[in-house]
């Protein structure tokens, strides 16, 4: 029994794959990655959709709240960019980056 | 072993695709051999060896701790060749093309290994599939059963009826049977 056995697994080693395969190694891991993307792809959708929905839906309560932060922040927000283009110019020229 | 498996499984199912690009390698020659036993067409045998690892890339969040990777993997390819064969209905055309793809890439065409071919794809798809996992790739019965979503006794079963037809196809008198 045990001959016959062996007989018949020896007969069906002839046909194994080889242990180490990097060509379908790769291939699968290929496929692998392009489905992880596309599902990230798909997330990433999903969310921007819901995202605006939801911003669409809030829009009329949050517009009020919005123009007056606007408002109540624009000089502040001015002061503070005119203040970063200037000290940003004279690093520049510190530096040496300017022509 | 299968310790190493186990926390490849784990790192993937964390989401690592290195991990599972190991797994990959490790069990790609077991699985690729019995799909190439169960359907026969080698290079169909490859396209299901893929899907079946996509398919486990999808669910390595459902298996178990210190589950067979093999087994669950053969499962999943076992289940792959059944749906192509069930939608195809051509696994008669199958084992034909078996039959020629062997005879082109066989380099010394024994007699014995093309009688097994033959005698292999004139078994039934369950047959041969219990006798891949349990005669060729050292399964025990009870693995493959796992494996295959089969009985253990009907499991035995094939394997015994498989061997016997197989080593009557190879005219070799066992006392056993």
Redesign the interface.
Known sequence: ?RQ??D???A???????????TA??T???E???R??FLEDVALLCGLSVAGGGAFWLLWPALQPVVVSLSQGLAPALSAIALAAGALGGRARSALGLES | MEGLDESLVAAAQAGSTEAFSRLVERHQQPLRAFLRRACGDWAQADDLAQETFLAAWSRIGRLKAGASVRAWLCGIGYNKHLTAVRSAGRERARATVYEADRDATIDAPAEDKLALERAMAELPAEQRACVALCLAADFSHAEAAEALDMPLGTVKSHVSRGRARLLQALGVCDEAS
Request: glycine share 0%; aromatic share 8%.
């Open positions: 029994m016959a056995d007989r018949l697994k007969l069906f080693a002839m046909d194994e794959p080889p242990t180490r395969d379908f190694s291939a699968v891991m496929k692998v990655m489905r992880r």
